[in-house]
């Protein structure tokens, strides 16, 4: 029987874990399922836990220093909330999180925890870095009940042994996070976008490596096939900061680039939706019944890797970002989805997440890339030092832990 816990404080979810931890009757043996918004609920391997631990219950913004371009919140906290606290004092953060709910059809709102459990990252990860790159501490309940610490509210207390970045991307596995602490920056003031129609994949990560090793802080770079939201093929880049700023770097790159033809400037609103629909990959979101899948390889393999993935699968579509370093593909979602195609073409050069697919092609087929077997090893060793009973997130990532 399906059983929700919504703890109301920090000390309430680590009575949880300790009562399931105990074997208590209430919890007849289950393991815990962890739950922010339930926006990422078809994320990762299916959870076959009967008691959910939801951490919304743990909410609210507890510290915001503008000065120090730091923020603090209960993991809880609606993503929202902590975006508009940002914004009232010309703050973002930088790492531009993803919103999953348009490729699941999910309802409820993205919570802080849920985007560092998942290590959610936009478009402008290709030049600020991930989440985990700005998160600075963290609390969060092990699987003994214990409650952790770790990094500080600002950077110079982040001291000791790092077990931040270790919760960032773990899927929840490595403990119920309880309140996370992100350096942030300053929010644009304007931004545009570059846009070169008809290149052909080659010449657009080509221009993308061009434009991001330039002098001009380019701020995002995809390219979008042919058929995805226009006729024309069509490359991005992103310009963000200051108008006058914006308005000398976009002529000076143009100039840099003009062997890939001449350039639209897309301003202002059309740009910021632009980037949104990148950033959420609503361009693949439909038919939702097909299976998604996150790609990370090297820019220069990814013209030759996508031309491979389009001849080996039937229906493939897809789009790059990160400036080809991240390839999203839709395929259908029937038989393996592609999986044993996707990393033979990989061959070891890169990594793929079956971010979307049908509960029985989830269990089915690794979610996340394989580890090899050393590493595979070490992550179990780390998921048993903190959670011994295997009580957390159970599978969630690989089927041995």
Not at 265 to 294: F, G, N, Q, Y
């Amino acid at each position: 029987m399906f059983t929700l816990r919504q703890p109301q404080s920090e000390d309430e979810l680590a009575g949880i874990v300790r009562e399931a931890a105990g074997h208590s009757t209430s919890f007849q043996g289950a393991s815990l399922n962890v739950q922010g918004g339930g926006t990422r609920a078809g994320l990762g391997r299916p959870a076959n836990n009967a008691v959910t631990i939801s951490t919304t219950g743990l909410s609210g913004v507890t510290l915001h220093e503008p000065a120090e371009m730091v923020i603090s919140a209960l993991a809880g906290t609606p993503l929202r909330v902590v975006e508009e606290t940002l914004a009232e004092k010309g703050q973002m953060l930088p790492f531009e999180p993803m919103d999953h709910r348009a490729i699941y059809g999910t309802r409820g709102e993205p919570t802080i925890g849920g985007v560092v459990a998942a290590n959610v990252s936009g478009p402008r990860r290709v030049v600020v870095g991930a989440c985990r790159d700005h998160l600075i501490g963290v609390r969060f309940v092990n699987g003994r009940g214990e409650i952790i610490r770790s990094g500080g509210r600002v950077m110079k207390n982040v001291t000791g042994l790092d077990l931040v970045k270790l919760q960032a991307g773990a899927h929840g596995t490595l403990g119920i996070l309880t309140e996370v602490t992100f350096k942030v920056l300053p929010r644009p003031e304007a931004t545009a976008t570059m846009l070169f129609e008809g290149l052909s994949e080659a010449d657009a990560v080509a221009a993308m490596s061009a434009a991001l090793g330039s002098p001009f802080e380019v701020t995002g770079a995809a390219h979008l096939p042919a058929g995805m939201g226009a006729e024309m093929a069509r490359t991005l880049l992103r310009f963000e900061n200051f108008p006058a700023s914006i308005d000398y770097r976009f002529p000076a790159l143009a100039e840099r680039l003009r062997r890939f033809g001449m350039p639209k400037r897309i301003e202002a609103a059309e740009s910021e939706k632009l980037w949104a629909a990148i950033r959420d990959c609503t361009l693949l979101a439909e038919p939702r019944d097909t299976a998604l899948w996150r790609i990370g390889v090297k820019p220069s393999q990814a013209p030759a890797l996508s031309a491979t993935l389009r001849d080996a699968l039937a229906d493939a579509r897809l789009f790059l970002d990160w400036g080809g370093g991240l390839l999203w593909l839709s395929t259908p979602a029937k038989d393996d989805a592609g999986a044993a195609a996707i990393r033979a073409a990989l061959s070891g050069k890169g990594h793929a997440t079956l971010l979307r697919a049908p509960e029985s092609i989830r269990a089915a087929v690794p979610v996340f890339q394989p580890e090899p077997a050393p590493v595979a090893a070490l992550s179990g060793r780390i998921k048993t030092s903190f959670d011994p009973a295997g009580l957390i997130n159970p599978g969630r990532m690989h089927a041995s832990c």
